[in-house]
């Protein structure tokens, strides 16, 4: 927490809103729209996930339409297409960014267009907090009628190029909250889009779908969705130092490259006039038996508890979705056996910083 944050929860018990919604609801997804620009609406809600699954409703999937979708990424960017009883379809990544590959999804857009299957919707993620080719991803979606959700749970923070802020991209983008990520609500998660009309579907949908009218009336089903006043208040807060604490883990991550990178290990890139908010330090290194591969340094440093994780294991990879349609080369599953996420933290200080950098470096030159 900043501090901050207990001014505007105390303004939501002093004014006695403590339902889901509120001032401070109101106030928070302001400072979101503000931070973001371009004339956005965004939505307060439970999740990233309640926020990619009203999108990809409002955007029309429906049972037996194809989702495609990033593979590398987490459960709950995937979740939402099952909840609407649509098909993923997981696609690789570009190897100069680690986001997914928008040429493939071009070569793959015409050749459905073609057999006459188009999918409903292409959902990519901003990977570890860096954007995503929104640039090419919104012309080849334009081209072919197909909507594009992006998935920004990861990037509030971030840019793409000229200045453009992550989360601001497609028909509809969606944040997270969660307590993983660099500022938080506790739990919680925003529908971001451009169009006001779906942004009153989405506050309508997440209130249950409730009619106007003096006694409940119905005329769809809705969801219990929206984001508690109470936790908007310390969203507020929060705020205050996004900037700050992206700077920070932008920092870390440079320390650790600068360290690390001569002794082998291949971190994330950065496209130029990209701005990562370095969300996590995700770095490759050597394969298995060629050095310290990824779980020699894994489990050395958990031996000193320092907690460090492997990538996201690709959704085609996982037992769920075996036998799943994937398209691409497998750059993502070289990720995942090779790549490491270290620790990352706003408030890491200099010498825990250094501690890591230590220990892996004796690994990486022992070899």
Not at 27 to 52: D, I, M, P, R, T
Not at 147 to 153: H, I, N, R, T, W
Not at 166 to 175: F, P, Q, Y
Request: one cysteine or more; glycine letters at 12%.
């Amino acid at each position: 927490m900043s501090g901050r944050e207990r001014v505007h929860v105390g303004e939501a018990f002093d004014s006695n809103f403590v339902a889901p919604v509120g001032p401070q609801l109101n106030a928070f997804e302001e400072h979101v729209a503000e931070y973001l620009g371009q004339g956005l609406h965004c939505v307060g809600l439970s999740s990233g996930s309640a926020a990619l699954h009203l999108a990809l409703r409002i955007v029309g999937v429906g049972a037996g339409d194809e989702v495609w979708i990033s593979s590398m990424t987490f459960a709950g960017g995937i979740f939402p297409v099952l909840y609407m009883g649509a098909t993923p379809v997981f696609f690789d990544l570009d190897p100069t960014s680690w986001t997914v590959d928008a040429g493939l999804l071009r070569e793959e857009l015409a050749a459905a267009a073609r057999a006459g299957r188009l999918p409903k919707a292409i959902v990519p993620t901003d990977l570890y907090g860096q954007s995503a080719d929104l640039d090419p991803l919104e012309e080849i979606c334009a081209e072919y009628g197909v909507k594009l959700v992006v998935d920004s749970a990861e990037s509030l923070g971030g840019e793409y190029r000229a200045g453009r802020k992550c989360g601001s991209g497609g028909d509809a983008a969606i944040l997270s909250f969660n307590g993983n990520k660099i500022i938080t609500t506790s739990s919680g998660g925003m529908l971001v889009t451009r169009d006001a009309g779906v942004a009153d579907q989405a506050r309508f949908l997440s209130t249950q779908a409730r009619d106007p009218a003096p006694h409940y009336e119905h005329s769809t089903f809705g969801y219990n969705y929206r984001l508690s006043n109470i936790l908007a208040g310390i969203g507020i807060g929060q705020m205050s130092v996004l900037d700050d604490r992206v700077a920070t883990r932008r920092a870390i991550f440079e320390r650790y490259r600068e360290a690390l990178e001569p002794l082998g290990v291949a971190f994330m890139p950065e496209p130029a006039g990209y701005r990562s908010t370095r969300w996590l330090t995700a770095g490759l290194f050597p394969a298995a038996g060629e050095g310290a591969d990824r779980e020699t340094v894994r489990e050395e440093l958990a031996r000193h508890e320092i907690e460090s994780r492997p990538l996201w294991k690709p959704m085609h990879m996982q037992p769920l979705f075996a036998g799943t349609s994937y398209k691409g080369s497998g750059f993502d599953e070289h990720c995942f056996e090779r790549g490491l996420c270290l620790p990352s933290g706003s408030d890491m200080s200099r010498d825990e910083q250094d501690e890591v950098i230590g220990r892996v470096a004796e690994l990486l030159k022992r070899g």
